[in-house]
């Protein structure tokens, strides 16, 4: 069954915008931390952010400081990455992932610290 669901993905020029959603189909899935990575063609997959079910511990990949912002609402069991001044560097399918609900094990930034993970949205970024 589908457990994260992300949406928001497109072509977008260098320096435009867009807002990444993921939502969970149940509580069940929508963790202690939930995280955004990333992977490019022919890259590993990469951390871009992360943040707590408290909001009181965000993380992010020094790539993308003062660019991205990280959000959640708990209500909603949807977790949001804005996405600002866009480089083509930041090319790639975009996933998000969540941690089991009752904590996380590990670093915020490690893909093996989160349990469950959506299918990805691809965001491309035009020169």
């Known amino acids: 069954q589908v457990q994260l669901v992300e949406s928001g993905g497109g072509l977008v020029q260098a320096g435009g915008s867009l807002r990444l959603s993921c939502a969970a189909s149940?509580?069940?899935?929508?963790?202690?931390?939930l995280g955004w990575f990333r992977q490019a063609p022919g890259k590993e997959r990469e951390f871009v952010a992360a943040?707590?079910?408290?909001?009181?511990?965000?993380n992010y990949a020094d790539s993308v400081k003062g660019r991205f912002t990280i959000s959640r609402d708990n209500a909603k069991n949807t977790v949001y990455l804005q996405m600002t001044s866009l480089k083509p560097e930041d090319t790639a399918v975009y996933y998000c992932a969540s941690s089991p609900v009752v904590g996380i094990w590990g670093p915020l930034s490690a893909p093996g610290s989160y349990d469950y993970w959506g299918q990805g949205t691809q965001v491309t970024v035009s020169s």
């Open positions: 149940t509580s069940t899935y929508f963790g202690y931390a």
């Open positions: 943040k707590n079910r408290l909001g009181d511990t965000t």
